[in-house]
């Protein structure tokens, strides 16, 4: 059974930082592209991270440039997402979400990050 489970979220004031874990199982993991994904309420859910299969590439979406760091480890099969200095519109629902190369995805139930004062 294919499980990828977001923790880690909650409420935090601008400024702070919050730590999101992704745990995966139930497929090769280290076989996957891994992101992380957020949708704000009327908003469509938008990319915010990237990372390749051994983690030797990283991408992010130019809002949280110089601020997220996404990283994953394959031991563990686990994807993170260090968030510092957030601002109130960083505030979403924040997804993982597995890709490889042969068009199979799968999906977390998502995590709530409050950004605010």
């Known amino acids: 059974q294919v499980q990828l489970v977001e923790s880690g979220g909650g409420l935090v004031q601008p400024g702070g930082s919050l730590r999101l874990s992704c745990a995966a199982s139930?497929?090769?993991?280290?076989?996957?592209?891994m992101s992380w994904y957020r949708q704000a309420p009327g908003k469509e859910r938008e990319l915010v991270a990237t990372?390749?299969?051994?983690?030797?590439?990283?991408n992010y979406a130019d809002s949280v440039k110089g601020r997220f760091t996404i990283s994953r480890d394959n031991a563990k099969n686990t994807v993170y997402l260090q968030m510092n200095s957030l601002k109130p519109e960083d505030t979403a629902v924040y997804y993982c979400?597995?890709?490889?190369?042969?068009?199979?995805?799968?999906w977390g139930q998502g995590t709530q990050v409050t950004v605010s004062s």
């Open positions: 139930g497929f090769a993991f280290s076989a996957y592209v």
């Open positions: 990372i390749t299969r051994i983690g030797g590439s990283t």
């Open positions: 979400k597995a890709d490889n190369a042969w068009g199979v995805a799968y």
